[in-house]
């Protein structure tokens, strides 16, 4: 699993670096085998009357090969990265279930046999379909 930190208009000190790239290996733990490639995207945005805020857009590559986006702001730069890891991990996991049980359904087909030509999957917003061709 790579985790590749991209900071923008903020400096990240080493120990801050070292800080977020353990909390995302902390959160990804049990899908270190289902994730290929993490992104975090870290910039300050200003605001009216409230000041700077801080925010974490993570993209997320899987072994299904879909991109999950995960997006978080908040006054604290670590807050906003645990935020959105955590979010994110659970679009991970939601979308591996999903994909796990469609390659059952093809290993299923394969076991028994049964002719076909390929199984394909879509994503359309958070739905897969299963098709036959």
């Known amino acids: 699993m790579q985790i590749k ?6 400096q990240l000190s080493d120990d ?10 902390q959160t990804y733990k049990h899908l270190s ?14 605001k009216h009357g409230s000041g700077i805020e801080s925010c974490c857009q993570i993209q997320v590559q899987t072994r299904s ?17 645990s935020a959105a890891a955590n979010r994110a991990r659970v679009s991970t996991a939601r979308n591996m279930s999903k994909y796990n049980s469609l390659l059952a359904q093809f290993r ?4 028994h046999k049964i002719k076909y030509k390929t199984l394909r999957y879509f994503k359309r917003e958070d ?6 061709s």
Do not use: C, M, W
């Open 65 to 81: 090969l879909s991109i999950i986006y995960a997006e978080q702001q908040s006054n604290d730069i670590y807050s906003a990265v």
């Open 5 to 10: 930190i991209q900071p923008t208009n903020i």
């Open 33 to 46: 085998r289902d994730v290929k490639k993490i992104t975090l995207r870290l910039h300050d945005q200003r």
């Open 127 to 132: 739905n897969f379909i299963a098709g036959l």
């Open 108 to 111: 299923k087909l394969k076991k």
């Open 16 to 25: 801050l670096h070292k800080r977020i790239e353990r909390r995302i290996r």
